[in-house]
């Protein structure tokens, strides 16, 4: 059987690759991009050309490095193309390895001055400052209801509170920021001195989102995906980070949602974004993923995805579940908004079960209870 290593970074491999004696002309090929960089021992030789061939097929790279021993740099992604054209017994070896490491070590969550324990699942309580979400639009537009709110879903055992102050439900019409600001200055400044638990701000402007940051907040929810600019306010801001697929903006995304494969193209996605931010300096543990049920998908991709949640795992990131209340539940269920709790629920243990980390959340206590149970349940 093939012994096999998998490192997040270039660094940590690098230097076990040296200390292993691996050439340096070796390592020199190795590609700079986040990418996993695996170590594989034991593998016939025969099979170490296949493997490496298959490897570069799919946009990876690959050394032969004496005897029975190559190394690997590949994304995740393609480790999964491989996996699922049936690969060779080290490609499985490898795909194993991956979900292995990520089962046993919860990813870190961190920014700076503070951090969340994902040892166990985590929710965040859904408090909109707005005249017309989908689902409690209206009601927490006075500041003091809307702290009452947080209050409540903090006793609930939310274990983060996300702020927003623009619909971006489908079809929604966007507010300027400096409207979206004025709905959620005071519930962020007075929630993030009041509560024990950290603050998000649920905004895609990168103006509204340093404000946000400078009065208390610490981590951007961003539903566009993390674009330049607001990459740069969370590095220059020190803060943490979910980033978001959505297709088009919440006017047009329900416009076209075929996907060649909605899993995949979203985790490429996701990926990507992740890369770009670690790139311009975003600590790659200040971030989350989120693959955006309901932002540009329909229901069978909606299903598609809950039912895949886990896969995104194998980014190495937090992944969070945002399935509160959203339409597509409403289609199987044949109800509204305010009657959807058995499939938010469902939909939160489905991914539990997955390994799913944060749960986005309007009715925070049946999810806290809910996950609770999940947990039990869990194999040990
Ligand atoms: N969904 C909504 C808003 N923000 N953020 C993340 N990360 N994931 C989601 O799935 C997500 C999100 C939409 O829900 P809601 O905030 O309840 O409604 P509205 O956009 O109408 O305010």
Not at 16 to 32: F, I, K, N, Q, T
Not at 56 to 70: N, P
Not at 91 to 98: K, N
Not at 152 to 176: F, H, K, W
Request: glycine residues 12%; proline residues 4%.
């Amino acid at each position: 059987m093939a012994r096999v290593r998998i490192y997040s970074g270039l660094d940590e491999a690098l230097s076990e690759w040296r200390r292993l004696g691996v050439p340096e002309g070796a390592l020199g090929r190795m590609d700079l991009d986040t990418k996993r960089f695996i170590f594989i021992d034991g593998v016939g030789k025969e099979e170490c050309s296949s493997l490496l061939a298959s490897v570069e097929r799919v946009g990876g790279r690959g050394f032969h490095c004496k005897g029975e021993r190559a190394l690997l740099a590949i994304t995740p992604l393609s480790l999964e193309q491989l996996m699922m054209e049936g690969g060779s017994a080290s490609v499985q070896e490898m795909g194993a390895a991956l979900r292995h490491r990520f089962d046993e070590e919860p990813p870190a969550f961190e920014w700076e001055g503070g951090s969340l324990d994902l040892s166990s699942p985590r929710v965040m309580g859904v408090l909109n400052v707005t005249p017309d979400s989908f689902s409690d639009g209206g009601r927490h537009l006075d500041a003091e209801v809307a702290l009452q709110r947080a209050r409540t879903m903090r006793e609930e055992g939310a274990d983060l509170i996300d702020v927003g102050g623009e619909s971006t439900r489908p079809g929604a019409l966007p507010v300027d920021a400096g409207q979206e600001w004025e709905r959620i200055a005071e519930v962020i400044r007075r929630a993030s001195d009041e509560l024990d638990v950290p603050i998000s701000v649920d905004t895609r402007r990168p103006e509204v989102a340093i404000k946000a940051l400078r009065a208390g907040a610490s981590l951007v929810n961003d539903v566009s995906g993390l674009q330049e600019g607001m990459r740069d306010v969370v590095r220059g801001e020190g803060a943490a980070a979910i980033i978001m697929h959505m297709r088009g903006d919440p006017r047009t995304m329900q416009s076209d949602t075929r996907y060649t494969e909605v899993v995949g193209d979203t985790y490429a996605f996701l990926e990507r974004q992740v890369r770009k931010a670690v790139e311009a300096g975003v600590p790659w543990e200040g971030l989350a993923v989120d693959p955006g049920l309901g932002f540009g998908k329909d229901l069978q991709g909606n299903m598609a995805i809950l039912s895949r949640m886990g896969e995104y795992r194998s980014l190495g990131r937090p992944v969070l579940l945002g399935a509160s209340r959203k339409s597509f539940l409403g289609q199987v269920l044949g109800s509204e908004a305010g009657d959807r709790l058995e499939g938010s629920l469902a939909a939160a243990a489905v991914a539990c079960w997955q390994g799913v980390h944060l749960f986005r959340v309007h009715d925070v206590r049946e999810t806290v209870r809910t996950l609770r149970m999940v947990q039990a349940m869990k194999p040990r």
